[in-house]
């Protein structure tokens, strides 16, 4: 089984919600970093946010105000609460963790050893 999966993503119109959550299991340990990044058509890869086992949280400015990270350690899943959803929020979206803690900021999230397959949000205008 594959230590991370991802759900949720679908399409949406612009202002509309959508909660994307992450399955871990097996490698992935409750305590670790975990976070999203995206990759927009054409665009490079964007770190989202992060929440590290104490539960803080860190974000991308460019979502900052409209998602909201969470995890349930009970549960061993991880979520992404995106509201107010604009076209630039279209991408794949990808679950990631790390053993470590979480870094200062979301930039290097795609380098987390763990990551999922990924889940297709898309925003239309």
């Known amino acids: 089984q594959a230590p991370l999966v991802e759900s949720g993503g679908d399409s949406v119109q612009a202002g509309g919600s959508l909660t994307l959550s992450c399955a871990a299991s097996?490698?992935?340990?409750?305590?670790?970093?975990m976070g999203w990044f995206r990759q927009g058509p054409g665009k490079e890869r964007e770190g989202v946010a992060t929440v590290d086992n104490d539960n803080t949280k860190t974000y991308a400015d460019s979502v900052k105000g409209r998602f909201t990270i969470s995890r349930d350690n009970a549960k061993e899943t991880l979520y992404l609460h995106m509201n107010s959803l604009k076209p630039e929020d279209t991408a794949m979206y990808y679950c990631?963790?790390?053993?470590?803690?979480?870094?200062?900021?979301?930039?290097?999230?795609?380098?987390?050893?763990?990551r999922g397959q990924g889940t297709q949000v898309t925003v239309s205008s």
């Open positions: 097996g490698s992935v340990d409750r305590g670790y970093c």
């Open positions: 990631a963790a790390s053993e470590w803690i979480c870094p200062d900021n979301v930039r290097d999230v795609h380098n987390f050893p763990y």
